[in-house]
C-alpha cells in the first residue's frame, strides 16, 4: 500500500469496505497454471520492475539450463504493496504523478524515469532480452498477473484527490487504468497463498 511511498494522508487509507464488499473475485487463473512447474512471483517493491523482469527470467533460464520446454513452466505474477503502480498503464502514471510517488528508476541505467519500468520495451530503446521482459510481453506469452485491490486503495484515495470525485467514481477509474490482463484480486497475500494452494505453485520472493 505504497507505505512511505505516498504521502501521509494516502497511507492512512483503509481499504477494508470496499475489499470485502465484492463476491465475485475472479479466481479462475489458476486453470491458468499448467505444466510440470509452477510458479508464484511475490512483487511488493518497484525495485526497478525487476520483480517483473524475474518472472521471464527464471523460465529461459529453466530451458536453456535443464532444456524443459516453455509450455511446461507456469508463472503467477503478483504485484502488492509498494509495487501496485507497476500494474497502472502508462496513462494512469502521466496523469496522476506516479513517477513522483514511485521514484521509479529504469531497469538498465538506474537513472530516474518518467515511465512505468515494467512496461519499458522495444518502443522505449530497451534492447533484446530485455524488452522481453516487459509486463505486457509476460501477459503476451500467457503469464497471469494479478493486482492487489488493498494496495489499490491508495491509488483510488490519490485519484479522488486529484479529480475532486468520490471514491466510487475514483475506483472506477483507478481500475480502467490497470494494464489489459492483469487481474484484479482481494489483497496480494490472498493471491499469493491462493496459488500456492490452488495451483501448488513453488513461491518466490521477487523484490
Known amino acids: 500500500m505504497l507505505g512511505p511511498v505516498l504521502p501521509a494522508d494516502l497511507a492512512a487509507a483503509s481499504p477494508a469496505g470496499d475489499a470485502s ?6 479466481t479462475r487463473w489458476t486453470e491458468r497454471l499448467t505444466g510440470r512447474i509452477r510458479t508464484c512471483f511475490d ?3 518497484v525495485e526497478s520492475a ?28 503478483v504485484l502488492r504493496h ?7 498503464q502508462q496513462a494512469f502514471w502521466d496523469r496522476y504523478g506516479l513517477a513522483d510517488v514511485a521514484k521509479a528508476t529504469h531497469p538498465l541505467t538506474g537513472e530516474p524515469v518518467r515511465r512505468n519500468p515494467a512496461l519499458l520495451g522495444a518502443a522505449d530503446g530497451v534492447e533484446a532480452p530485455y524488452a522481453g ?4 510481453a509476460f501477459l503476451e506469452r500467457g503469464g497471469v498477473a494479478l493486482a492487489c485491490d488493498l494496495a489499490l486503495q491508495d491509488l483510488i484515495a490519490l485519484v479522488s484527490k486529484a479529480d475532486g470525485v468520490s471514491a466510487e467514481v475514483a475506483r ?36
Not at 464488499?21 to 475472479?26: A, I, L, N
Not at 509498494?82 to 497502472?88: D, F, G, R
Not at 492483469?182 to 494452494?197: D, E, M, N, R, T
Open 50 to 77: 525487476y520483480g517483473v523482469w524475474r518472472a521471464t527470467i527464471w523460465a529461459r533460464q529453466y530451458e536453456a539450463t535443464l532444456g524443459i520446454p516453455a509450455r511446461e513452466l507456469s508463472t503467477v505474477l
Open 133 to 136: 521482459f516487459a509486463l505486457t
Open 82 to 88: 509498494n509495487a501496485i503502480v507497476l500494474a497502472m
Open 21 to 26: 464488499r465484492s463476491t465475485d473475485w475472479d
Open 172 to 207: 472506477e477509474r483507478a481500475i480502467a487504468g490497470l494494464v489489459p490482463g492483469v487481474i484484479l484480486q482481494p489483497s496480494g497475500v490472498f493471491a499469493v497463498l491462493y496459488a500456492q494452494q490452488a495451483a501448488q505453485a513453488l513461491y518466490i520472493r521477487a523484490s
Open 43 to 45: 512483487v511488493p517493491e
